[in-house]
């Protein structure tokens, strides 16, 4: 599940943030900010575990960018405190902070050549001429700019300034690196291409990183855990299958791709029967352990969990709705179907092509069957 | 015909009498420098005698170079206190009184010469009075008056340059371990001086230019080389004076194209 557990070989090691042992590297608490009395970071807490990849994700205006200048020491919070691997960052200035940051805009000093970029670190530590020129080359050749170093940034390509940006950063060995919406300016081959690279370079120097994206699926590919903010809050901490299939609240359900939502209300003698508001139909989900229960909830069905079929379904436990295919879309690896139910509540269904020819040829306007076991039901209260 | 209905034939006579129009008087001028006769207006032959008058001339070499040196100086402490000036507006953020001094600093560019002028006068008068500085005024007083107008231009030629650059550059920087003094001179002052040299170029001009703040705030001694000119036109315009316009022209000529190439060279390196 996580690339944690994988390194481990299957051996009993436990994710850190599973560990109540572990101690966190990075330690965020009650963090809070504000301009003008407008709280753009609003009592934050947060552990986070050496060599994690950690991804803050959010719309924008959610002061997820406001949290990394926070880290990065570019914003002094207006109450609550950061540590870093043990040391109060109270106070401390950026050029104080074990952290680097990446930037959005990369940043790259355009009147320096791309191996003083990179060196400037060096140079401003105070590490001798050798020594600087052996870590430039090291670093160079880690994001495959070797044979750029004498250029200015005006003659790289995008993609290239981040790799000179990423390089710089990486330059001082930074307990953390910082990075503001990573993949933001590139274009979708370049995105995927870089995506991976930074897994790996993240993978080989062992160096924690948090970024800072509002692109779901950036977070998901990248990140061990995420933090989902809204409003100067975390609205959900968790790995991106535990976001993604476990959402706590609507708020993360519509955020993490599509979701089908049905309001209902619990059955009072079986709250593992939720009557459907719109349709009236039984939906059969897990019921939340020791909670109790609202009298508006939602459940939530990704469309992918959703399955088609001309007969009607049975089995104790499933779901059934009955509705015609309004519009399908074929997408080559994937179709999209919208299917109206008879009570007028329009679904999302989404099937994997995995033979040549679809099994189920769906034509519109086509009377189908809905059904979906009760573990794909995602009961949620708010 | 084009598609438009303007020939270009139409166009192509626009732009003659355009540039006709900026630079008739000055070839004139310049072709007047080479005549023979005393009379400005009537041409009798070539000659280079009014050159060779021009530098005879004392008062108009004094003059050139008293004007010089008065705007090589104020133009580098107008852009030492201009840079100095923008920066402080754009960065050192909401301080007190910043839309005030913004508003102030700006002001010279809109306030009438004649205006500044007096009031410099009587600043001057004034502060002689009560502290004996500066003893009379000359070439000093010339300076002070040109920084405190021609700081105002640099400092919004710079403040614009400043506006534009990313944020981040510095603040990169300063991740990386620089202090803010170092930010200032590792990262700002590179990158703002083809501004600052802009600011400079601007500023010298006006001080060789200025003839009317020049006259409030000047003594007997100290005639800069507008000033010399207009009393001689106004005293009947003698043939000297052209050579003198043409030589200005061709230095003016030189500088433009230097200043031009060195600020491509910087906006390359710096970009």
């Known amino acids: 599940m996580s690339r944690a557990v994988e390194e481990a070989g299957g051996k009993t090691s436990v994710n850190p943030w599973e560990n109540p042992a572990a101690e966190p590297f990075i330690r965020i608490e ?3 900010k504000t301009f003008d009395g407008f709280p753009a970071v609003d009592g934050v807490s947060l552990d986070i575990y050496q060599g994690e990849l950690f991804a803050i994700l959010g719309g924008s205006g959610c002061g997820k960018s406001t949290l990394l200048r926070l880290l990065a020491g570019f914003e002094n919070p207006t109450a609550g405190k950061v540590v870093i691997d043990g040391v109060d960052m109270a106070g401390r200035p950026p050029y104080e902070r074990p952290t680097n940051m990446m930037f959005q805009s990369y940043a790259v000093f355009p009147h320096y050549t791309v191996a003083d970029n990179v060196a400037y670190g060096l140079k401003k530590e105070g590490l001798g001429k050798a020594e600087v020129k052996d870590r430039v080359a090291e670093l160079l050749e880690l994001v495959q700019l070797q044979d750029f170093a004498r250029r200015k940034p005006r003659q790289l390509s995008g993609g290239q300034q981040q790799r000179v940006a990423l390089a710089r950063a990486l330059a001082k060995r930074p307990k953390v690196l910082l990075l503001d919406e990573p993949l933001a300016a590139l274009d979708r081959n370049l995105r995927e291409r870089t995506q991976f690279e930074l897994m790996n370079i993240q993978d080989r120097l062992g160096i924690t990183f948090i970024v800072v994206t509002h692109d779901q699926e950036e977070a998901m590919t990248l990140a061990t855990r995420i933090a989902v903010m809204d409003a100067g809050r975390f609205v959900q901490v968790g790995t991106p299958t535990e976001i993604y299939e476990y959402p706590n609240s609507r708020f993360v359900a519509d955020f993490f791709g599509a979701i089908n939502l049905f309001e209902g209300r619990a059955d009072a003698s079986d709250p593992s029967r939720i009557i459907c508001a719109e349709t009236g139909v039984v939906i059969h989900a897990d019921p939340l352990a020791g909670q109790t229960l609202p009298d508006v909830l939602f459940v939530a069905v990704r469309p992918e969990k959703i399955r088609l079929s001309r007969e009607a379904p049975a089995g104790e436990g499933v779901t059934v709705m009955h509705g015609t295919v309004e519009d399908l879309a074929y997408y080559g690896n994937h179709s999209l179907y919208r299917v109206r139910t008879d009570q007028g509540k329009l679904v999302q269904v989404s099937s994997q092509n995995t033979h040549r020819s ?22 949620l209260t708010e | ?55 005879e001339n004392e008062q108009i070499i004094d003059a050139a170079l008293l004007s010089l040196r008065i705007a090589f100086v104020s133009a580098t402490l107008a852009t030492a206190l201009g840079t100095l000036a923008a920066l402080a507006i754009t960065r050192m953020g909401r301080f007190r009184g910043r839309a005030l001094f913004s508003g102030m600093l700006a002001a010279p560019l809109v306030m009438p010469e004649v205006i500044t002028g007096l009031s410099l006068l009587m600043l001057f008068v004034s502060l002689e009075g009560a502290i004996g500085w500066p003893l009379g005024r000359g070439a000093d007083t010339i300076t002070i008056a040109h920084i405190t107008f021609s700081m105002a231009y640099v400092a919004v030629v710079v403040q614009a340059r400043l506006t534009a650059m990313d944020r981040a550059l ?6 990386l371990g620089c202090r803010p003094m170092g930010v200032t001179f590792d990262i700002i002052l590179p990158l703002i001086a083809p501004a600052m040299l802009s600011g400079w170029l601007l500023a010298f001009t006006l001080s060789l230019d200025d003839l009317v703040i020049a006259s409030f705030v000047s003594g007997p001694e100290s005639s800069t080389l507008p000033m010399v000119i207009y009393s001689k036109v106004r005293l009947g315009i003698t043939p000297d004076v052209n050579a003198l316009a043409a030589v200005i022209v061709a230095i003016v000529g030189i500088g433009v194209a230097v200043a031009g190439w060195l600020m491509a060279r910087m906006a390359r390196t710096a970009a």
Request: with cysteine; charged share 20%; net charge negative.
């Open chain 1, 30 to 32: 009650n963090l809070r």
């Open chain 1, 358 to 379: 679809a099994e189920l040829a769906l034509e519109w306007n086509e009377p189908i069957h809905l059904s979906w076991p009760r573990d794909c039901s995602v009961v």
């Open chain 2, 1 to 55: 015909m084009r598609r438009d209905g303007r020939s270009p034939t139409f166009l192509f006579s626009c732009l003659c009498f355009g540039f006709a129009f900026l630079y008739v008087p000055i070839l004139v001028m310049i072709v007047y420098s080479f005549n023979d006769s005393r009379l400005v207006s009537v041409w009798t032959g070539f000659s280079l005698r009014w050159y060779g008058a021009l530098w």
């Open chain 2, 170 to 175: 510095e603040e990169a920087a300063m991740d």
